[in-house]
């Protein structure tokens, strides 16, 4: 038996993950969040297998909870299930500790066959995804963000989304000069000047709305 927790804010959707699941014999659903912070909590009190989460959700995302799961359980397979396309998040996500990543428009076997590979303690590379890392092996160049640390990243997005230096640190659990420093970084790595200019190419690429 596969034991399945579910994060998503939107609770159709985890509505409709709960029913598909339900048409498995060894798939059961052992809890479901709406949001990062409730991800964490369900870590804390569920015993699961894989953890299917979103990456769009209010307040803490999912890019953040997944670092704080895999410092919580670093054995328990993450599958991000995600309405941005492959291109825009999933190499990054997985060098960050996802098990897999899958756009929300796949098809629901697809889900299922992650699940169970995730569930064994492997990664799930797509078929697109794979051509993604080969993409990125066969040439060093590349979009600015890519070369972005992890954390570099989750700065960078929440800069772009118009937070400031100040809330920024409460929600990463870090001084206002260190997230200075990976503001300080980012603008170096990216070429970019300002905190426009970083919400300017997080939209123009399509990794926020």
Same mark, same amino acid.
């Given at each position: 038996?596969?034991?399945? !927790? ?9 509505? !409709? ?41 209010? !307040? ?101 989304? !118009? ?47």
């Amino acid at each position: 038996m596969i034991k399945i !927790g579910i994060v998503d804010d939107h609770a159709v959707v985890r509505a !409709g993950l709960k029913a598909f699941f339900s048409t498995f014999v060894d798939f059961r659903v052992v809890g479901e969040a709406g949001s990062g912070r409730e991800a964490i909590d369900l870590v804390r009190t569920a015993d699961m297998d894989v953890l299917v989460m979103d990456l769009s959700m209010p !307040g803490q995302s999912g890019i953040d909870a997944l670092a704080m799961v895999r410092a919580k359980a670093p054995e328990l397979g993450v599958l991000i299930l995600s309405g941005y396309p492959e291109e825009h998040y999933a190499v990054n996500l997985i060098r960050q500790g996802a098990s897999g990543y899958l756009n929300k428009e796949c098809e629901p076997e697809e889900i299922a066959r992650a699940i169970r590979t995730v569930a064994l303690g492997r990664r799930y590379i797509s078929a697109s995804v794979a051509d993604l890392l080969a993409g990125q092996l066969e040439r060093k160049d590349g979009a600015p963000h890519k070369h972005l640390s992890e954390r570099e990243f989750q700065v960078f997005l929440k800069l772009a989304k !118009g937070e400031s230096v100040g809330s920024i640190g409460e929600a990463l659990s870090l001084s206002v000069k260190t997230i200075s420093t990976y503001r300080t970084r980012l603008m170096e790595k990216m070429n970019l000047s300002t905190n426009s200019d970083l919400t300017y190419y997080a939209i123009k690429t399509q990794l926020i709305d």
